[in-house]
């Protein structure tokens, strides 16, 4: 049966493509959707793309995941970098979860080094723009075989 992937995006990503595109590059959230979607076809998987800004419906979207997905890839956005709500969501939920940035975290201020997601992640994937996203697609299904 075809894999699902859980795709959540935190807070204001939904902005991407308007503002700051030095930092996050010219696509909108739209553009990685749609690339993402085929990415996914080509490698027989569907994927479920969100976005939110509100850390309790992120939380309560990856306990969902228990039944509906296989997989979660996260950009969390600034939650990353403060919520335990959201990181042990993703170890209570035991799924193979690929943590995505579209930034370097690690060549920006110091506040953004450290990562929540990551303690619950197979892996993360930041500072390749929105090929992250499709690059988090493979890992992905390396990680399901
Ligand atoms: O590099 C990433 O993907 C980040 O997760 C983006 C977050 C930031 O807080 C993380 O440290 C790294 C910020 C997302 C905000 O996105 C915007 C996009 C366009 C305009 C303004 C904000």
Redesign the pocket.
Known sequence: MTKSILVIN????N??????PE??GADTLGDIKDKMTAKAASVEMDIDFRQSNTEGEIVGWIQEAREHHDAIII????L??TSVAIMDALLAVDKPCVE????N?FK?EKF?HHSYISAAAVGLI?GFGATGYLMAVDAVKNELK
Do not use: M
């Open positions: 935190g807070p204001n990503l902005l991407l493509g308007t503002r700051e930092i996050y950009n969390a956005g600034a990353t970098h995505v940035h579209l930034s975290i920006r953004r930041t």
